[in-house]
Each structure stands twice: as structure tokens, then as C-alpha cells.
């Protein structure tokens, strides 16, 4: 006799068995299980950039922005801070202001909406743009597990399109959108991560995002923009523009995430979203305007008190993230081309084992001659002490995948070299296992 049991799985959404909803979990559980590995698996900020101090610094400096520069009262400042408010948030003017200084993107400050996180951010946009059985989602492959996790949520299918190391295939991106029509489909819009994309690491070139956007309109396509990365360029070569600063059709519905810039327990992200809504009275409002509805039943609002902290973080450095955040540029800078210079000293050419070199970011893939599966990622942990995160978790066919993410974001330099060291033992013993065919 089993347990008793009061629910079964079956009868509860089908996107909770999902190997997008266990991806995370599974990845969490192997970094408890062996914590003593080191983690090239990790996304994370490194927390050397954590500062007890900070928070309540910036928490001071928002109060006085809203005293000094919003002229508001105590009891006013208290009621701003500490009650339920504003549904599209209480920093939209901020962010606002960071677009424009940072990415000289102007928008409406009613078209932002303040989210928790970025990841509610895609998920009110999904929510939204799904209206009926017919609607499908494309999205660069490999994509964000959260991506992919939140469509199925909502019983909305991702379709995929080749990225390739130009980032995104044109080509295919307007294949796959005439296939879905010639199959009674509306793709609704396609989510892209022109920068440093993660988990591929590629970038798109500024001709690439100008041929995406003429294609967006030819296709009658809207393009989710999604960016927690841009701001960490490995090198000089500067920054491309967003595809929302070249996007002069409303085509971009932009999603941020102050994550990796100021905090990411403070949980704050946004969207962008100036796309016009014609009502059914004739009147035309903002797509963001249908967002904040749909917030309201999921989250009411973005904490306050998170979205103070960041908020304080924006105006300590007149608004810009570039400016606030260059220390971290220059950290995970230096440890992506130590990964890469690490990458080319252990597996020298001619290797069987390759990898590409992205512009900057957090991300490396590396591509080995035999699967890599999550029983491959357990061994590594227990038996060389290292971790990484297979490839298969971002394609959505489970198919097996000869390649494995690394992340430069949460170890130093010396962990890069410690890490690396096991993971060639790895894959030196993979391939004594499974030598590669001769000839
Ligand atoms: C591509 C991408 N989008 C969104 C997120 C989630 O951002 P947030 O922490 O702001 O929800 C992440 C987090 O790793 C990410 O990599």
C-alpha cells in the first residue's frame, strides 16, 4: 500500500509536470546536494557586490526624492511607501529617465509598468497577448527556461526559431512564422535577447536588429525584448542599441530587470509597453494600461519598499545603470575572457571540444562530442566537484544536446581555474569512456 494520497498530478495544470517548471528545481537541488562544488552553473550576481549598507541608503535617498523633488508630505511620503499603491508602480518616472540616459529610449511614463521581477514582467505580457487556443509564441532557441516555464503556465506554445551565432536567423524566424499561419496559428509575437542572450551568449549586430524589426512589421510581428545583460560588455567595443531605441513602429515591447544591475532580492523588473489597445467603445489606450489590469489580480503591486531601494540606487547615480554599475562591468568582464583564455589552454586546437567566445555577458557554451545529460551533471558534481548547466534545459523537445552552459557570473577568477581544471578531467574521462571514432 502507497501513502494515502489527497490529489493527484494528473488532475492538477499539466504545466507543473513540466521539464520547464523542474529545470530550476533540479538545477537548485544538485548545487544543495554538493555545495562544496564550484559553480559555473549559476546565474547569479556575485555577492561580493552585496553591501548591508546600500539598502538603507538608497531607502533614505528615495524619501528624499519624494520630499525634495516630488514635494510630497509625511504622512504622504508613509502612505507612498508603506500602503498598497499604485498599480504600474511609484519608480516608472526613474525608469523612465534610466531608459533615456542609458539607452536614449524616450517613453511615456504611463507605458511602464513596474513588475516584480522581470520574470512577472513576461508573464503579464504573455498573459496578455494569449487570447484564444490559436495564439503561439516564437522564441530564439535556446531560450530562457523562465521564458519557456511561464508560456506553458499559460497553455501558450513556443514555437522555435533558430538563433545561431548571429543571434537570431532571419530567415527562419520568417519561416516559422508563415508555417504557424499555414496551420490556422497566430503568432503573436517573438521573444529575443539581442544582447550577450543567455544561455547562448550571442549577440545580434545592428544591421541583424534593423533586418529584425523591417521583418517584425513585414510579419506583422510584435518582438519581446528581453535584457538583463546589455549593460556588460566584455571589452571596448561599446554598446548596441536596443532594438526598442531603433523600434519607430511600437513593434518592441521591452522587458527589464534591475537583477543583476542593483539587486536581485529586491525583485524589481519592468516592462515597457507603448503598444496602442483599440477598446471596444472606440477609445484607444495602452497595452501597458492592460497589463496593470491583469497585475492587479496577480501581484496588486510591485513592494513598494523593493521598488524604493532600487529606485534610491537609480538616483544615487543620476539615473544611469552605466555609471552604477561599473565595477560589476568591469568583474564580469575580466571573468569572461579568463573563462575564454581558460577555455583555449585546456582544450587546444585541434579539440573535440569547442566553444563560442560571446562580447560579454555571463554566458559560454561549450560543445563536447557526447551528451550531456543531467545524470552527466550529478557525476560531475559528486565525482570532479564542478557544476555547469546542460544545454538541454533550454530547448523545449528534450531532445539530448552535446553542449553545457557556463557561467562566469558568481566565482572569481581562481574558482574560473578550479572549475575549469574538473571539468577538463570530465571530459578527458567522457571521452576515454566513449572514445571518438578514428579516421
Ligand atoms: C533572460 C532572463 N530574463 C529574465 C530573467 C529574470 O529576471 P528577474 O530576476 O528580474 O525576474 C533572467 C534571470 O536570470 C534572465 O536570465
Known sequence: MGEPVDLDLADLHPAVDDPALNSMNFLNEVAQQWPEAVSLAAGRPYEEFFD?????????????????????????????LFQYGRTKGIVHHLVARNLAVDEGVHVDLESVVVTAGCQEAMFLVLRALRAGPRDVL?????TYVGLTGAARLLDLPVHPVAGGPAGVDLADLRARARAARAQGLRPRACYVMPDFANPSGAG???????RLLDLAAEEELLLIEDNPYGLFPAG?????????????????????????????????????????????????GLLADQLAKIKSMVTVNTSPLAQAIVGGALLEHDCSLVTATVRQRA??????RHLLAGLSRRFPAPSPVRWNAPAGGFFVVVTV?????????????????VLWTPMAHFYDDGAPVNSLRLSVSAVTPDQIDVGLDRLAALVADELDRAPLPTG
Open 138 to 142: 516564437l522564441a530564439v532557441a535556446p
Open 331 to 336: 568583474a564580469y568582464g575580466r571573468n569572461l
Open 52 to 80: 548591508d549598507d546600500a539598502p538603507p541608503r538608497w531607502l533614505a535617498r528615495f524619501r528624499r526624492h519624494l520630499t525634495e523633488d516630488l514635494g510630497q508630505h509625511p504622512e504622504q511620503v508613509r502612505r507612498t
Open 369 to 385: 562530442p557526447f551528451p550531456v545529460d543531467d545524470a552527466l551533471l550529478r557525476r560531475s558534481a559528486e565525482r570532479y566537484g
Open 236 to 284: 571596448d567595443q561599446g554598446r548596441l542599441p536596443t532594438l526598442k531605441a531603433l523600434d519607430s513602429g511600437r513593434r518592441v515591447v521591452y522587458l527589464g530587470s534591475f537583477a543583476k544591475t542593483v539587486l536581485p532580492g529586491a525583485r524589481v523588473g519592468y516592462v515597457v509597453a507603448d503598444q496602442r489597445v483599440a477598446g471596444r467603445d472606440g477609445t484607444v
Open 204 to 210: 545580434m549586430t545592428l544591421d541583424d536588429r534593423r
